[in-house]
């Protein structure tokens, strides 16, 4: 099962610290999102690999925006 990671708000894109491939666990926080001089880390709710990470460091997401596949 797949879990897609989204953005909660629009946010500029704070350091990536996963790349496809990586393991990552339930609580990790693969991506820091900043809004209004405020980092908000991102949260997994899975233990498993990276599939896919749809964000840079710089990007702007907007809420719903996918972030990163955890399967």
Known sequence: MAEEVRAEM????MPVSVAAGDSVSDGDSPV???SMKVEIPVL??????VSTVAV???DVAREGDLIAVVE
Do not use: Q, Y
């Open 32 to 34: 820091v999102l900043e």
């Open 56 to 58: 840079r460091a710089g």
């Open 10 to 13: 629009v946010a500029n894109v």
């Open 44 to 49: 997994t709710e899975l233990t498993g690999r």
